[in-house]
């Protein structure tokens, strides 16, 4: 089970060389952002292909 936890909710933090531990409400946040990104509908919006970011924290 621990293994699950590191897999899945755990980010690389290359500034301070850390791992960090997501929230439940920010891992699910990051992985919709991914699949936005994988179904390349993150460049494609009516922005002009700017897409707003901003943090999840």
Sequence with gaps: M???MV????VA???DSTI???RSY???AVNIIQNMF???KFFNGPNNGVQKG???W
């Design 20 to 22: 960090k531990i997501l």
């Design 26 to 28: 920010q891992y699910h």
């Design 54 to 56: 901003g943090f999840v």
């Design 38 to 40: 994988f179904a390349k």
């Design 2 to 4: 621990a293994h699950r």
């Design 13 to 15: 933090d290359y500034s």
């Design 7 to 10: 897999a899945d909710f755990t």
